[in-house]
């Protein structure tokens, strides 16, 4: 039990994060690129984004608060609403990366819609892993580093005034 303690408050350093943010933030990105492709066929891309984008950002969130920043379990709602600040940033960055190819490239391909995709999913990304390791997960990653400590009480002493020495004593005090 002891052990599980532990792993659940050691926050990892920033080196692992990273590369925790990456695996499972970039999962997910690259499962949501081909969703979004998949979806767009039946509605207009903004659209297949925006719902896209909501379900991977609470899955991120979800896989970020687990593992990626060292909370140790589920995200708070809290975490849910700045995550989803940062994913609303990440999705303006695509929305507007897909508009400028469209207005660039006359009928741009699926490996070249992938590309510009992906490369602005990965730029936000960045922005994004900054966020919540300095805002949304940093007050876990404080409260593991110091936890809180509580006070001991202190054992209660006598002074010499406050007590009286002997039955003598208590007799003049009458």
Avoid: D, K
Wanted: glycine share 8%; proline share 5%.
């Amino acid at each position: 039990m002891e052990t599980a303690q532990r792993r659940r408050s050691a926050a990892p350093g920033a080196v692992t994060a990273f590369v925790r943010f990456v695996v499972c933030g970039g999962g997910v990105g690259v499962a949501s690129s081909f969703a979004v492709a998949a979806l767009a066929t039946w509605i207009p891309w903004p659209v297949a984004n925006a719902l896209i984008t909501v379900v991977s950002t609470l899955l991120a969130t979800e896989l970020h608060a687990r593992f990626t920043f060292g909370a140790g379990g589920h995200a708070t709602w809290r975490q849910h609403a700045q995550s989803a600040g940062s994913a609303a940033g990440a999705y303006a960055v695509t929305c507007v990366a897909m508009l400028v190819l469209e207005q660039l490239v006359a009928a741009p391909g699926a490996l070249l819609e992938q590309v510009v995709y992906l490369s602005a999913s990965a730029f936000a990304g960045l922005a994004r892993f900054a966020v919540l390791r300095l805002f949304v997960f940093a007050r876990n990653r404080s409260q593991a580093a110091n936890p809180v400590r509580t006070a001991r009480p202190e054992p209660a002493t006598l002074t010499r005034a406050a007590a009286p020495a002997g039955p003598a004593e208590l007799c003049r005090a009458a």
